[in-house]
């Protein structure tokens, strides 16, 4: 029996390693670990309680406005201590945050071999997304085993002379939690009215736009014209925007400071104004998120994440970066890239939503990225490689 530890400490982590960590719980071939290292806190810990995963070791991370310098010197002493008292086999990474590649590179130092969940996304640019680009790579180095989600991630990894035998395409796990999600909705009629429920306030005779941003290197500027095309999108009398606001302070402060007085919290108690365009909310759990996708005419949104998701819903997917490493979705035709200049942003975003040609080709429910079955071709893999 091989003893594997997963190390993460952000919600997309949480989200697409559930289903790999449930099913190898489930397989007499491995003994699991959990390694959380708090990187988040409110946003993680719903995703724990919802897939009743219960972390074996919690290096409690998070402190608001974190550098990425705290969160490596944390990760690295913590996550020592437990490959020095504890026989690992593998310790288990998934995608590109400070946490997962930190994790790589002490279970290097400590001669554990790495396991690459999501491995050989690339953008080409090492600065964007900043730091992520650098940390997949980076723990590329390091890895193991590399299980690539797309060709297009096994070629990137190719192109970078990683040998052929250790790479492997599984589709992305983010589809498995999606479809387990959608199964758990729709066989449980009562949570589909609570949270129908909760955003009972939206305008049936409007179309809602989902959004979320949240990358580092679009703070400030980037991440501001953002928000005045969307207020500019906001007073089209057809629309209204939903965003669920990412923690990060920087974020916060860029939505205060276009949105004002055009925005209305929903959860903080106060009455709700029908004329509202933009409605502003803490981050929303994985199932209620999934219901506004898939209740949304459409999705703005800078998230690795959410561009895997949407084209499973038919949803067309706007994605506010200047480069994105997921080009699957936009050959597919369920995504393009939009300026992050104001003017222009609103220019696309309207001609998607008046142009049904265009509109109608990005809602075509076929999804790129995943099939839903990654996690258990990863375990048989894990079973032969390691
Ligand atoms: C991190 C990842 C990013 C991933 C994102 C998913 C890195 C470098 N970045 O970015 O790749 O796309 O998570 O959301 O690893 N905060 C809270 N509570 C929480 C979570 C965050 O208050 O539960 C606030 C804190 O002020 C924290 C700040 O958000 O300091 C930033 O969190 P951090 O994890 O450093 O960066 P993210 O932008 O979330
Ligand atoms: N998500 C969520 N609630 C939200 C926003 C996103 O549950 O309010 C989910 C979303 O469905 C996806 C994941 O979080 O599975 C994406 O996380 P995020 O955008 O924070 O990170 P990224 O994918 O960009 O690294």
């Known amino acids: 029996m091989k003893t594997l530890l997963f190390v993460f400490g952000t919600r997309p982590e949480a989200i697409k390693c559930a289903p790999v960590i449930l099913k190898a719980h489930k397989d007499p071939r491995f003994k699991v670990l959990v390694c959380s290292t708090g990187q988040h806190r409110e946003m993680i810990r719903p995703l724990f309680d919802f897939f009743g995963i219960k972390p074996d070791f919690d290096l409690d991370l998070m402190r608001p406005g974190q550098t990425l310098i705290d969160i490596s010197m944390g990760v690295m002493s913590g996550l020592n201590k437990i490959l ?3 026989k690992i086999d593998a310790v288990v990474v998934q995608g590109d945050t400070t946490s997962g590649f930190i994790g790589s590179l002490v279970a290097f130092y400590n001669k554990v071999s790495v396991v690459h969940i999501e491995a050989g996304l690339r953008s080409g640019d090492i600065y964007s997304p900043f730091p992520e680009e650098f940390n997949r790579k980076g723990t590329a180095l390091v890895s193991k085993v590399h299980l690539a989600p797309t060709e297009t991630a096994k070629e990137n990894l190719l192109h970078e002379h990683y040998p052929a035998e250790d790479i492997f395409v599984t589709g992305n796990t983010g589809i498995d939690a999606l479809f387990e999600v959608k199964r758990k909705i729709a066989a449980t009629p009562q949570l589909q009215t609570e949270v129908a429920g909760k955003y ?11 959004v979320t941003v949240h990358r580092r290197e679009s703070f400030g500027e980037p991440m501001e014209e953002v928000m005045k095309g969307l207020l500019e999108l906001s007073r089209r009398e057809d629309l209204e925007l939903m965003i669920p606001l990412h923690m990060n302070p920087q974020v916060r402060a860029s939505a205060k400071k276009i949105f004002g007085d055009n925005a209305q919290w929903i959860d903080k108690g106060e009455t709700l104004n029908p004329a509202n365009k933009i409605w502003l909310c803490e981050p929303v759990d994985y199932v209620p998120f999934i219901y506004l996708m898939d209740k949304a005419h459409m999705i703005i949104t800078d998230s690795g994440g959410v561009q895997e998701e949407a084209p499973s819903l038919g949803k067309p997917i706007l994605v506010a970066r200047e480069k994105t490493e997921r080009p699957e979705a936009i050959a597919a035709g369920t995504s393009k890239l939009i300026p992050l200049e104001q003017a222009k942003f609103f220019k696309m975003a309207s001609e998607v939503l008046d142009t049904p040609e265009i509109f109608n ?3 075509q429910a076929k999804n790129p990225f995943g ?10 893999i894990l079973d032969t490689k390691l």
């Open 371 to 380: 099939d839903g079955k990654a996690s258990e071709k990863i375990l048989d």
């Open 200 to 210: 009972s306030f939206l305008n049936p005779k409007r179309k809602m736009i989902l």
């Open 84 to 86: 020095n008292e504890n």
């Open 361 to 363: 080709r990005m809602s």
